[in-house]
């Protein structure tokens, strides 16, 4: 699976734009804010339908103008797929498929697998429960319809219900709807729960073996997934904090509130790891995706790399670098330094100034 081409008009910085990629190895340099993080973005809204950074559909859309457009094509098992993107200021974005309009964002999911990797993501082992579940759930999508599926409705109803526990503060009759929306989240809640568990079984094996090469064979991690309620014991938890629920408004239980836990030696490294564990685990997390992906669609994913290889020092550089092998990769940086034309070949290099792509021989 390849980005064959990316054009772009009106999106962030670029008025007009269009840029070939190399199947292999393709380098975007510049100084800072010229616009190379912009062109991965582009690249991520093609395959997930949203900006990596949450950015709102009207914030990717150049000052003064209404509306911008994406269009990319890509190749996956010997044949090519159009994907536009069609974003607006006041209208939900407009999707189509080899120039048929698709009717929900989540239709595109696992057209294009993409794994986006910042220099953000090494704290997502030290950050907040909010991004390892997020890690979960934007691998799980672009794998799994059924869990694209389970979690889109679990969220709707989540809404919903913190809706309604307000509501009820006013109008205290509307309670009697709160079971209602109780059987649909504990629905779907239980499967989430399910899946994340056997998805954390799977993957736990292959971020082991990783992070013991990276760390020169000196560390074992383990990586185990921490619901906040098993999915046996939801009924029974959703009853007990009901009243809880009541009366904060919100839903306090739940796979909204899951997390991921890692431990070296028995000590979980969110809290006690220093800063050199805690980002060989997030390398070796992110490295992970791609065995996963292969595994499971029997073909490579497109990795981005936003400016992380000056975040890492010379042992992790090389163990980053000689996992590429035959991965299409689109790496930005600020500088073509010795770093980068030694360690491994580069087939097309592109520089960015002020929002103008220019493709350069190296």
């Not at 990629?21 to 010229?34: E, L, R, V, Y």
């Not at 339908?49 to 950015?55: A, I, Q, V, Y």
């Not at 993957?203 to 098993?230: A, C, N, R, T």
Request: charged letters at 30%; proline letters at 2%; hydrophobic letters at 35%.
């Amino acid at each position: 699976m390849i980005i064959k081409s990316l054009e772009l008009q009106n999106f962030r910085n670029y008025e007009t734009m269009e840029i070939h990629f190399d199947p292999a190895t393709n380098i975007i340099f510049g100084d800072n804010a010229q616009g190379k993080t912009n062109i991965l973005e582009a690249c991520y809204l093609s395959g997930i339908s949203k900006s990596h950074k949450g950015s709102h559909d009207k914030d990717m859309i150049r000052f003064g103008e209404k509306e911008a457009h994406i269009r990319t094509i890509i190749e996956k098992k010997g044949r090519d797929y159009q994907i536009d993107l069609h974003l607006r200021r006041n209208k939900t974005k407009g999707i189509a498929i080899n120039q048929i309009p698709i009717k929900k964002a989540t239709e595109l999911f696992g057209y294009l697998n993409i794994i986006f990797f910042s220099p953000e993501d090494l704290n997502i082992i030290k950050n907040g429960p909010g991004e390892r579940r997020r890690f979960i759930d934007v691998e799980l999508c672009q794998l799994d319809k059924i869990y694209l599926s389970n979690l889109s409705n679990y969220n709707k109803i989540l809404n919903n219900r913190n809706k309604l526990l307000k509501d009820i503060y006013f109008n205290p009759s509307l309670r009697s709807t709160l079971d209602v929306w109780d059987e649909q989240l504990i629905s779907y809640g239980k499967k989430i729960i399910k899946r994340r568990r056997e998805f954390i079984d799977e993957i736990s094996g292959i971020v082991h073996d990783m992070h013991y090469k990276i760390s020169g064979e000196k560390e074992d991690l383990q990586i185990s997934y921490e619901p906040d309620v098993e999915d046996f014991l939801f009924v029974d938890e959703l009853f007990r904090v009901k009243e809880k629920d009541l009366k904060f408004g919100t839903t306090s239980v739940g796979p909204h509130r899951d997390d991921l836990k890692f431990t070296i030696s028995g000590v979980d490294i969110r809290k006690f790891g220093s800063q050199g564990q805690q980002r060989t685990c997030a390398l070796s997390l992110k490295l992970s995706e791609i065995k996963i992906v292969e595994d499971t669609i029997s073909d490579k994913p497109v990795l981005l790399l936003d400016d992380v290889l000056s975040e890492l020092d010379s042992t992790r550089q090389n163990y980053l670098l000689n996992s590429l092998y035959d991965t299409q990769t689109i790496i930005t940086c600020t500088g073509l330094d010795d770093f980068v034309k030694n360690r491994f070949e580069i087939n097309k290099v592109f520089e960015v100034i002020s929002g103008t792509v220019t493709e350069r021989n190296e």
